[in-house]
Nanobody, 122 residues
Framework: QLQASGGGLVQAGGSLRLSCAASGRTFSMYAVGWSRQAPGKEREFVAGISRGGGGTYYDDSVKGRFTISRDNAMSTVYLQMNSLKPEDTAVYYC?????????????????WGQGTEVTVSS
């Protein structure tokens, strides 16, 4: 089970840190990723991290502004979001996959948490 939290309302240029806490399974066995869905748009994958945290991936739209990290001892993955823009406004979802490496496609994630809403005002 995945629980995303940390969303909220922030001004453009501000920062937020999202958390994805897992329970019930061996967290270090899973690659984890974050996707987002803006109103009226399709869901898009934004960042992923491998099981041990040694590999990461970022969509070009967030590269240099977002950082994904994980603490397997705490069974938590984080998404640090800096320099936020109004176009980052979306519901953010975390997901987990048993695949190895960094999983970059939504359809390759087996488990999804509920979303946390991020609103960036201009």
């Amino acid at each position: 089970q995945l629980q995303a939290s940390g969303g909220g309302l922030v001004q453009a240029g501000g920062s937020l840190r999202l958390s994805c806490a897992a329970s019930g399974r061996t967290f270090s066995m899973y690659a984890v990723g974050w996707s987002r869905q803006a109103p009226g748009k399709e869901r898009e994958f934004v960042a992923g991290i491998s099981r041990g945290g040694g590999g990461t991936y970022y969509d070009d739209s967030v590269k240099g502004r977002f950082t994904i990290s994980r603490d397997n001892a705490m069974s938590t993955v984080y998404l640090q979001m800096n320099s936020l823009k109004p176009e980052d406004t979306a519901v953010y979802y975390c997901a987990a996959s048993l695949r190895s490496g960094v999983v970059r496609l939504d359809e390759n994630y087996e488990y999804w948490g509920q979303g946390t809403e991020v609103t960036v005002s201009s």
